[in-house]
């Protein structure tokens, strides 16, 4: 018998063996590491996202799926994202365009841009009415809308900017002009002046 044979430790086939095992454990680990990273920016992550898709006019199911669907897009590609939480927004904005224009049968009255995003109300809309910048929100210009809904979620007008493929300028001013539409809502309403049952109750 040889002193060592191709079973004893020490010989090329079993550290060869050794080294797949370690290659292996590696890479679960890695995956452990990476779908522990990933649930923890889901958990911190999909309530803002509901509401970001929300506040651009979504109706809650509507916002749900998508949310959802933005999340396991987002999980595909994790290891490739170099910032997920403004890839999983441009997924899901881009994702509620695209269901808007599928959807939509009835024709827009007086739409100022080519892409808007207020859909009808649905079910859940008395839902969606107890948050109070939606109906305010309904009432802006779809640009004004857009940008203040990722203004809403954290975004910087330099990151809306080229998220929305617009000039900073152009931000600012749509931001600006749904300020002011916002303070005239928040002033007839009562909000400015602490009453949060509006003027009709007065």
């Known amino acids: 018998m040889r002193d060592h044979d191709w079973t004893s430790p020490g010989t090329p086939a079993d550290e060869k063996a050794l080294a797949r095992q370690n290659l292996i454990d590696d890479h679960s680990a890695a995956r452990v590491r990476l779908d ?22 979504a109706s809650l199911p509507l916002a749900t799926d998508i949310a959802q669907d933005a999340m396991i897009e987002t999980y595909r590609r994790w ?13 899901a904005s881009r994702a509620l365009i695209r269901a808007i224009t599928e959807v939509r049968e009835e024709p827009a009255e007086q ?19 107890r948050h109070d910048l939606l109906p305010l929100l309904r ?14 979620s954290g975004f910087t007008p330099a990151e809306i900017a080229a998220e929305l493929r617009m000039t900073s300028n152009a931000v600012s001013a749509s931001l600006k002009k749904a ?8 002033a007839a309403t009562g909000y400015l002046a602490g009453d949060k049952t509006g003027k009709e109750e007065r």
């Open 36 to 57: 522990e990273k990933f649930a923890s920016f889901y958990r911190s992550t999909i309530r803002p996202l509901v509401a970001f898709l929300l506040n651009h006019g």
């Open 79 to 91: 290891t490739t994202i170099d910032n997920p939480r403004a890839y999983v927004h441009r997924t």
């Open 111 to 129: 739409v100022p841009e080519p892409t808007p995003l207020l859909p009808h109300p649905d079910a859940a809309m008395d839902w969606e009415l």
């Open 139 to 152: 009432t802006l210009p779809p640009r004004q809308r857009q940008v203040l809904a990722w203004t809403l």
């Open 179 to 186: 300020r002011r539409a916002a303070t005239r809502y928040l």
